[in-house]
């Protein structure tokens, strides 16, 4: 699947989940904190679909993330490991590359990623907003974070956590990609 399409094939996912429990357009919207609007948007595979509105709706529903992301449920129950690239693919946004680690495992409390962001323009920053919490960990390169209008730079081995409510963006510095590791809850 071309890098960023992955939307357009979670979207029918999306609404057969919601009908499925029996959820109206407007019910499923207050459950998880955003307009209907929003829900019909991304149900109908026009937009990026941002991860934590995802695990919302997941979690709404009573589903594993992974049923959502990749179209089949998680099964493990005591622990998973996951080889070096061997993550679940979440290509979703034209502007990072994801690879979830833990999609196997059921009832998580927590969502690790291994995130890929290239060098851009500051001018080309994506800004995103969610729910929940999110905790970086640096593994190569530079990484520019936004929050709000706070600009940071992280090195390799430096952390950061922060309120996903704030709105966010980021980018690889220096011409290189930034490689990390992302938590969301």
Same mark, same amino acid.
């Given at each position: 699947?071309?890098?960023?399409?992955?939307?357009?094939?979670?979207?029918?996912?999306?609404?057969?989940?919601?009908?499925?429990?029996?959820?109206?357009?407007?019910?499923?919207?207050?459950?998880?904190?955003?307009?209907?609007?929003?829900?019909?948007?991304?149900?109908?595979?026009?937009?990026?679909?941002?991860?934590?509105?995802?695990?919302?709706?997941?979690?709404?529903?009573?589903?594993?993330?992974?049923?959502?992301?990749?179209?089949?449920?998680?099964?493990?129950? +005591?622990? $998973? !490991?996951?080889?070096?690239?061997? @993550? *679940?693919?979440?290509?979703?946004?034209?502007?990072? %590359?994801?690879?979830?680690?833990?999609?196997?495992?059921?009832?998580?409390?927590?969502?690790?990623?291994?995130?890929?962001?290239?060098?851009?323009?500051?001018?080309?920053?994506?800004?995103?907003?969610?729910?929940?919490?999110?905790?970086?960990?640096?593994?190569?390169?530079?990484?520019?974070?936004?929050?709000?209008?706070?600009?940071?730079?992280?090195?390799?081995?430096?952390?950061?956590?922060? +309120?996903? $409510? !704030?709105?966010?963006?980021?980018? @690889? *510095?220096?011409?290189?990609?930034?490689?990390?590791? %992302?938590?969301?809850?």
């Amino acid at each position: 699947m071309e890098r960023g399409q992955a939307y357009v094939e979670i979207a029918p996912r999306l609404m057969g989940l919601r009908e499925s429990v029996g959820l109206t357009v407007e019910e499923l919207a207050a459950k998880v904190g955003v307009r209907p609007q929003t829900v019909v948007l991304y149900e109908e595979g026009e937009s990026e679909i941002p991860v934590s509105y995802l695990k919302d709706v997941a979690a709404a529903c009573g589903v594993d993330l992974t049923a959502l992301i990749a179209g089949h449920e998680a099964h493990l129950h +005591d622990y $998973t !490991i996951v080889r070096k690239g061997q @993550g *679940l693919s979440v290509a979703r946004r034209a502007d990072y %590359d994801y690879f979830h680690l833990a999609s196997r495992f059921t009832h998580k409390h927590m969502e690790p990623f291994l995130v890929t962001v290239p060098p851009k323009d500051e001018n080309e920053l994506v800004w995103n907003e969610h729910g929940g919490q999110e905790f970086i960990y640096m593994l190569k390169g530079t990484l520019e974070i936004w929050l709000d209008q706070r600009r940071h730079e992280l090195e390799v081995g430096d952390s950061i956590y922060f +309120d996903s $409510t !704030i709105p966010h963006a980021l980018r @690889g *510095l220096n011409e290189e990609e930034a490689v990390f590791l %992302d938590v969301i809850s």
